[in-house]
Structure formats: C-alpha cells, structure tokens
T-cell receptor, first 111, second 113 residues
Framework: ELKVEQNPLFLSMQEGKNYTIYCNYS?????LYWYRQDPGKSLESLFV?????AVKQEGRLMASLDTKARLSTLHITAAVHDLSATYFC???????????FGKGTKLTVNP | DGGITQSPKYLFRKEGQNVTLSCEQN?????MYWYRQDPGQGLRLIYY???????QKGDIAEGYSVSREKKESFPLTVTSAQKNPTAFYLC????????????FGPGTRLTVT
C-alpha cells in the first residue's frame, strides 16, 4: 500500500527566509505532483515531476524528485506573505491513475 | 472557458437525508474523481471513473454512490448510510494527454446536522 508522508505539517517562517518541505513515499512511482490550497479553496496545480532528477521552478518555489530515495522536496526561496497556504504532494499509484495525497504542509509566512 | 464546476458551493442537510453533489467538466477529460477532505487532512478518494458508464470504488466508498452517464458529468450522492458526511468534497478530472495531471473543481462544503 502506497503511503505518502509530508514534513513538516506546520511551518511558520519569516519573510525573506528559505525553507524546504519534504515528501516521502513508500513504493515505486514515476509521477509526483505538488498542489497549493488556499483556505476554503480548491487545489491549484504547481508542479508535475515525471522522472528521476526532475527539477521544476516557478518564482520562489522549486520542486525536485529523487525516485531512488522516494523523496520529493519543495524549496521556498526568500519567502513572501503571498506564499502562505497549504501545500500537498500527491503520488501516482503505480500507473493506476489514482493519486495518494500527503496530509499537507500548512505554511505561514510572517512579516 | 474550460473548467470544472461543482454545485452548490455550500450545502446543509439534516441527518438521514440523501444529498447529491454536482460535478461537470468541459475539458473533454475521460477520467473523473471524487475526493473528500476533512480539516487538517489530505484528500481521500471516494470514487473514480475512467470512462462513461464505468466507475470504481476508491478508498472510502461506503455510504456514497456515483453515476457516469455522460462524459461531462459525474454526480456524487451522499447517502444516509454515510456515518460522518460533513466534509469538503472535491471533484477532479484528468488530462490523459498532458502528464496525466488532475484538475480540481472549486469544491462543495457539506454540513449535515
């Protein structure tokens, strides 16, 4: 059974600082997704990572995938308040087209 | 504008009543999904459908039912058998052409008292 663990679950950081969110998963998968959710809203797709060593960047966010370690990271550079949200990673269940989600990391960026 | 719509946005029901949540997409996606989200939790898969007239149970299907009579529509019924139906329900569809990414609708918040 595929399990997806994110840490930390809560992250409070100051504007301008850097930090990394980790997503570990328990069985082999070639596809990993990062989503953002604002309070009371739906999920917005951030990154799709499809192969070992994949790195994607958008603004202050950078995501990477290491399929051998079964680990993805979401790195935040010079955080700003607008990045405050909950971030989810989701892993494809071995080609079944079903996703397993982590519990999410609630990020709060303080001035 | 292509997208996924869910209605209503908020829904209040009394215990013991069945309720149906609507999900429509005009993205021409074959696969559609229903998820449930509880406070502070990730998403859990209720049902999914990869093609019209076919659907499969997800991880928490008990107390729910679905139909897929049209490609564009995948309604979810929350029955009185669902013991704890109050939650945020999200519908998604999948693009098989572009990285198999799932796109989400705006969600329906169901409160049962």
């Amino acid at each position: 059974e595929l399990k997806v663990e994110q840490n930390p679950l809560f992250l409070s950081m100051q504007e301008g600082k850097n930090y990394t969110i980790y997503c570990n998963y328990s069985t082999t998968s070639d596809r990993l997704y990062w989503y953002r959710q604002d309070p009371g809203k739906s999920l917005e797709s951030l990154f799709v990572l499809l192969s070992n060593g994949a790195v994607k960047q958008e603004g202050r966010l950078m995501a990477s995938l290491d399929t051998k370690a079964r680990l993805s990271t979401l790195h935040i550079t010079a955080a700003v308040h607008d990045l405050s949200a909950t971030y989810f990673c989701a892993v494809d269940r071995g080609g079944s087209e079903k996703l397993v989600f982590g519990k999410g990391t609630k990020l709060t960026v303080n001035p | 504008d292509g997208g996924i719509t869910q209605s209503p946005k908020y829904l209040f029901r009394k215990e013991g009543q069945n309720v149906t949540l609507s999900c429509e997409q005009n993205l021409n996606h074959d696969a559609m999904y229903w998820y449930r989200q509880d406070p502070g939790q990730g998403l859990r898969l209720i049902y999914y459908s990869q093609i019209v007239n076919d659907f499969q149970k997800g991880d928490i299907a008990e107390g729910y039912s679905v139909s897929r009579e049209k490609k564009e529509s995948f309604p979810l019924t929350v029955t009185s058998a669902q013991k704890n139906p109050t939650a945020f329900y999200l519908c998604a569809s999948r693009d098989s052409q572009s990285f198999h990414e799932q796109y989400f609708g705006p969600g329906t918040r169901l409160t049962v008292t």
